[in-house]
């Protein structure tokens, strides 16, 4: 099993959509939780991150299910600027990062 | 911003020869991290630093060596590159001063190897 599993998409929606994200993990011991974004041809950039209580920023939801070691990532009312790769992150046991393949999406007008 | 930069941000070399990357920060962060990334994988991790002279091998190390003689700089080496080495090569700094314990990304290193 891969340690973040994460559909590839690409998920195509139009502008004003709600459109979720979901992604598992392997490690029942990982600590911490993110989303990435990145832009084709750029670096990731940290999206937010995920806690256990789940957590919103704007138009973006978070939830951590660690029973059922899922992580999701909901966005309200698409913009065309939401369009770009979403990445599941997990923390790894080196203090560095346990990356997803990446959710492309593209919001259309 | 975490103030990290990279050089080259594109190099084309030959298989065989040595190619050395350097990731630049500005802000005294202690780790520092080297990634690669390429289609259908996740970023995975070549080798970090956690100080100055303190480095250790991530998941796909083979073929690459580090070196950090200084906080702001870390440098990876492909001793003799080979065309499996063509990637886009990112460097990551960890902030562990803020609520968020995680990295940030340079601009990324696209090397082609021939």
């Known amino acids: 099993r891969k340690e973040v599993e994460q559909d590839p998409g690409p998920f195509n929606v139009p502008e004003g959509a709600t459109v979720a994200f979901n992604c598992t993990y392997s490690?029942?011991?990982?600590?911490?939780f993110f989303w990435y974004r990145q832009d084709c041809r750029k670096e990731p950039k940290l999206l937010m991150s995920v806690y256990s209580s789940g957590n919103e920023d704007g138009r973006f939801t978070a939830q951590l299910n660690r029973a059922s070691q899922y992580i999701s990532l909901l966005i309200r009312d698409s913009k065309l600027s939401d369009s770009a790769t979403y990445l599941c992150?997990?923390?790894?046991?080196?203090?560095?990062?346990?990356f997803g393949k990446g959710t492309k999406l593209s919001v259309k007008p | 911003d975490a103030g990290i930069t990279q050089s080259p941000r594109h190099k084309v070399t030959e298989t065989g020869t040595p190619v050395t990357l350097r990731c630049h920060q500005t802000?005294?962060?202690?780790?520092m991290y080297w990634y690669r990334q390429d289609p259908g994988h996740g970023l995975r991790l070549i080798h970090y630093s956690y100080g100055v002279k303190d480095t250790d091998k991530g998941e796909v190390s083979d073929g690459y060596s580090v070196s950090r003689s200084k906080t702001e700089d870390f440098l990876l080496t492909l001793e003799s590159a080979t065309s499996s080495q063509t990637s886009v090569y990112f460097c990551?700094?960890?902030?562990?001063?803020?609520?968020?314990?995680?990295?940030?990304f340079g601009p990324g290193t696209r090397l082609t190897v021939l």
């Open positions: 992150v997990v923390g790894g046991s080196q203090g560095n990062l346990i």
């Open positions: 802000e005294n962060h202690r780790y």
């Open positions: 490690n029942s011991a990982s600590q911490s």
């Open positions: 990551a700094i960890r902030n562990i001063l803020v609520r968020e314990d995680t990295q940030y």
